[in-house]
């Protein structure tokens, strides 16, 4: 019944932007879609998933892996059970399946690695091309 679905992937550009998108459903999961803080992770191919953002149930605080940091923001919309993910200057690097994900640790335990996420996504590819 809880799903969460992830939309935007694709092709682009390196420099390009793109937004990635993760919408929640189901019966229980959109009552308290805001009691979940959210996370993006990725997993290129040949590689371990990696973490590479996450946020608050309220959206006032963000964590972000270096690699994306200031060319990433995620937000959050609670009205409409909805995550967001703005890539900027996309670099080839940023390859990878992008999973969004949901748990009921703090934004900050997942940033740590100490946050166990309850609901995952199925991905949305995204290439960037040099």
């Known amino acids: 019944q809880v799903q969460l679905e992830e939309s935007g992937g694709g092709l682009v550009q390196a420099g390009g932007s793109l937004r990635l998108s993760c919408a929640a459903s189901g019966r229980t999961f959109g009552r308290t879609f805001s009691s979940y803080a959210m996370a993006w992770f990725r997993q290129a191919p040949g590689k371990e998933r990696e973490f590479v953002a996450s946020?608050?149930?309220?959206?006032?605080?963000?964590y972000y892996a270096d690699s994306v940091k200031g060319r990433f923001t995620f937000s959050r919309d609670n009205d409409k059970n909805t995550v967001y993910l703005q890539m900027n200057n996309l670099k080839p690097e940023d390859t990878a399946v992008y999973y969004c994900a949901a748990s009921l640790f703090h934004a900050y335990d997942i940033f740590h690695g100490t946050g166990d996420m309850k609901y995952w996504g199925k991905g949305t590819l995204v290439t960037v091309s040099s």
């Open positions: 946020i608050s149930w309220s959206g006032a605080t963000t």
